[in-house]
């Protein structure tokens, strides 16, 4: 299972762990992302424009960018992770370039670097209109391989005790 760029996924059944991972993104769900593309280092997240994800000019709010270029990031990396972890973001760092004025929100992540505990990811967001694709972010992202700990849902963190 190795990609173009030379990563391979330890876990032969990552993509249906990964795709069950992201079905259970609360998030994910409120905005209508989709995971549409996935292989070994990489990932693709998109969500179509409706009113509720826009800013005060009609663009996609720069929290729908931040927010799919994050998730897609972590799964980029949690392709490469061992079965029996789970995974979560360090830190991110975007760049918005332009307004992201279209119908269809594009984040494609990828791995750079990836070591036992952290993943450094590179994602580069697109807003689509019609067949134009326009860049409009680019984030760097650290995520981090929870070793030995399952990616279970274990109920709304605030609620325990």
């Keep these: 299972m190795e990609a173009k760029d030379g990563f391979s996924?330890?876990?032969?059944?990552y993509e249906r762990r990964v795709r069950e991972s992201f079905s259970r993104q609360g998030l994910m769900k409120h905005l209508g992302a989709r995971l549409t593309e996935l292989k070994p280092g990489s990932a693709e997240v998109r969500a179509g424009y409706r009113e509720e994800l826009g800013q005060q000019h009609g663009y996609f709010h720069a929290g729908v960018s931040g927010s799919l270029a994050d998730v897609a990031c972590g799964?980029?990396?949690?392709?490469?992770?061992?079965?029996?972890?789970?995974?979560?973001?360090?830190?991110?760092?975007?760049?918005?370039?332009?307004?992201?004025?279209?119908?269809?929100?594009?984040?494609?992540?990828?791995?750079?670097?990836?070591?036992?505990?952290?993943?450094?990811?590179?994602?580069?967001?697109?807003?689509?209109e019609g067949n134009a694709e326009t860049h409009c972010a680019t984030m760097l992202a650290t995520i981090m391989c929870l070793a030995n700990?399952?990616?279970k849902s274990h109920g709304n963190a605030t609620q325990r005790g």
């Design 75 to 128: 799964y980029a990396a949690y392709t490469l992770m061992p079965e029996d972890s789970s995974v979560l973001t360090v830190e991110y760092k975007i760049n918005l370039m332009t307004p992201a004025n279209g119908e269809e929100l594009i984040a494609r992540a990828r791995v750079v670097r990836s070591g036992k505990t952290l993943k450094i990811c590179v994602a580069d967001v697109f807003v689509r």
């Design 149 to 151: 700990k399952s990616d």
């Design 9 to 13: 996924a330890s876990d032969p059944r």
